[in-house]
Each structure stands twice: as structure tokens, then as C-alpha cells.
């Protein structure tokens, strides 16, 4: 058991697969006196993500649960039910709190679901419903929206379909690309995760069907 002493904080693992700029976010958050959550070890799907980096310097245990091993991209077939549920495992080790799911581009499989239930956020780049899925932004511009946004929210067995916790809008502006949209939406959706997990720190997490109190 994790002693009480070390309690006085919600413990999340975050799960990267690129940069780690939202784990960034919540690493300057936790240093701030009272913020009630901190980061207790991170997780990829791939040992080359930049977020490993950043947990590292910042002296965090860090796991890769690689699908390769199990598969995938090998054409063979992918053992996914397999990789979950090793991924479980790694971040049951942990104790955690919360999972969040920062731009971690693998889907979470029915054993990480069913042994943290409700307990994994993910941030996403759209307004969801709208543009859910792998290239949110693209999409969104493609369709010709004059407001996007990002959506924090909890992960359930769907794409992109689980109980929305917060979401903030961002203007599209004329001359955006995919690259300068984006740009926008992450630094939006750095500071919404922030709130995000000290809100469900400080309050936990009150559903109501697919409502979030």
C-alpha cells in the first residue's frame, strides 16, 4: 500500500506517444504549491517518444508497452487483447489515480477499461462530437468550420465517444493551415487538461448517464 504521507496528492500516469507537451503542462502544474495531483510514472507504445525524455529529466518511472512485440505491423496477427493487457498491468504497478491519455495514439483495449473504469481522460483536438478520430484537425478545416476547439473526456470503448468532462473553442482563422491550427488548439488544450485534472483531484468525477456534474 502507498502510505498516507504519500497521499496527499492524486496520483496520475500519463500515457505519450510523441512530445509530451501536455505531460509538460502537468509536470509545471504539480510544482505549483496545492496543486493535488502529481505525475508517478509514464507510459508510451513507443520507446522513442519525446515525453519518455521529459519524465526522465524529471526523474519518473518510465514503461513501454511496445504493440510490435505483439505483433502489430508484423503481418502477423496483432495480439491486441495481449498488449492491453500487459499496458494494465504496467500502470496498475503505479497505483494510480487517474490515467490520462496524452496524445496517446492507441486505442485502450477492454482490460485497461474494465480495471481502471472511469479513471482515463484523454485530451482530443475538436469539439466532439464533431471530428473525433486520428486527424481532427484536418478534418475540421477540410469541412470548413469557423470554430474548432479540444475536448477533455473520459475513454470508453468508442473512438472519441466517451462522457465529455470540458471542452474550450478556438476561432479557425482564414489563412490556417493544419500545422498553425493546431499550434493554437494545443496551447488551449494544455491549460484545459490543467483544470481538468485538478477539478477531478480536488472533486473526483460525478456522472450522471453521459453527463459529467
Known sequence: MVAEAQR??????????GTGTNLQALLDAQAR?????????????????GGLIRAERAELPTFVVDPAEFGAG?????????????????????QPDWI????????????????????VI???????PAFPGAHAVHDALEYGVKVTGCTVHVIDAGVDT????AQEAVTVA????????????KQVERELLVAVVERLATSGLNLNGRKVD
Open 100 to 119: 490520462v491519455s496524452a496524445g496517446f495514439m492507441r486505442l485502450l483495449g477492454s482490460t485497461v477499461l474494465s480495471d481502471f473504469p472511469n479513471l
Open 162 to 165: 466517451g462522457p465529455i468532462i
Open 174 to 185: 482564414g489563412d490556417d493551415t493544419v500545422e498553425s491550427l493546431h499550434e493554437r488548439i
Open 33 to 49: 504549491p496545492g496543486f493535488p495531483a502529481e505525475v508517478v510514472a509514464v507510459g508510451s507504445d513507443r520507446s522513442d517518444a
Open 74 to 94: 508484423s503481418g502477423k496477427v496483432w495480439d491486441r487483447a495481449g498488449w492491453d493487457r500487459l499496458l494494465a498491468a504496467r500502470i496498475a504497478a503505479h
Open 122 to 128: 484523454n485530451t482530443h483536438p475538436a469539439l466532439l
Open 8 to 17: 496527499d496528492r492524486d496520483r496520475l500516469v500519463v500515457l505519450v506517444s
